[in-house]
């Protein structure tokens, strides 16, 4: 079984930065994707980044520029780096882990998954 735990969330003012971590647990294969999704209250779950380790990454165009997804494989950890806060992207931030990668960013694909943390723009 895969276990996931996120880190990092917080309060940040606008245009200010966070950066989110996750660390995996268990058997993940070397060709899994690894994402980022975000839920704010009363909205849809949104998937926001994706890293696969052959180097193929996907953002969504709301965090392109802002936000830089990485992984290191050797710690089975993935971070999302997020620059230029805005008050917009106030929401609960989740990891998962799943066998494709491609955008739009399907939380379908994805079939382990972390219990979030907290992110707050204002």
């Known amino acids: 079984d895969v276990q996931l735990v996120e880190s990092g969330g917080g309060l940040a003012q606008p245009g200010g930065s966070l950066r989110l971590s996750c660390g995996a647990s268990?058997?993940?294969?070397?060709?899994?994707?690894m994402g980022w999704f975000r839920q704010a209250p009363g909205k849809d779950r949104e998937g926001i980044a994706a890293i696969k380790a052959t180097g193929a990454i996907f953002y969504t165009d709301s965090v392109k520029g802002r936000f830089t997804i990485s992984e290191d494989n050797a710690k089975n950890t993935v971070s999302l780096q997020m620059n230029d806060l805005k008050p917009e992207d106030t929401a609960m931030y989740f990891c998962a882990v799943g066998g494709t990668c491609n955008f739009p960013i399907d939380q379908r694909w994805f079939g382990y998954w972390g219990q979030g943390t907290q992110v707050t723009v204002s």
């Open positions: 268990g058997s993940i294969y070397g060709d899994a994707c």
